[in-house]
Nanobody, 122 residues
């Protein structure tokens, strides 16, 4: 129901835009989040956005000022614009949906996409 795309290989300092397209249901009134995970580590919060127009956003300290989350409810799609990428951003990125308010806690999300790999070379 959630399909993440847009990952790839990029050099440090470069940019990528991830997309998360929802199907099968409308996520217009869901909080949407992006998380990332590297082997052997727990899933880490990246960014989240609430559902209303101009919805409030949350960011991990490590990505503030570099990443921007946005959503287009008409297209049932959430985006993560990633600028100034660093090797430390290398991970599999997952989008997720949560009923009502977005949070930073992965266990509170109800639906998950399959993940898209982001690799940043130094």
């Amino acid at each position: 129901q959630l399909q993440a795309s847009g990952g790839g290989l990029v050099q440090a300092g470069g940019s990528l835009r991830l997309s998360c397209a929802a199907s099968g249901r409308t996520f217009g009134n869901y909080g949407m989040g992006w998380f990332r995970q590297t082997p052997g580590k727990e899933r880490e919060f990246v960014a989240a956005i609430n559902w209303w127009s101009g919805g409030s956003t949350l960011y991990a300290d490590s990505v503030k000022g570099r990443f921007t989350i946005s959503r287009d409810n008409a297209k049932n799609t959430v985006y993560l614009q990633m600028n100034g990428l660093k090797p430390a951003d290398t991970a599999v990125y997952y989008c997720a949906a949560k009923r009502t308010l977005a949070t930073m806690k992965s266990r509170e999300y109800d639906y998950w996409g399959q993940g898209t790999q982001v690799t940043v070379s130094s």
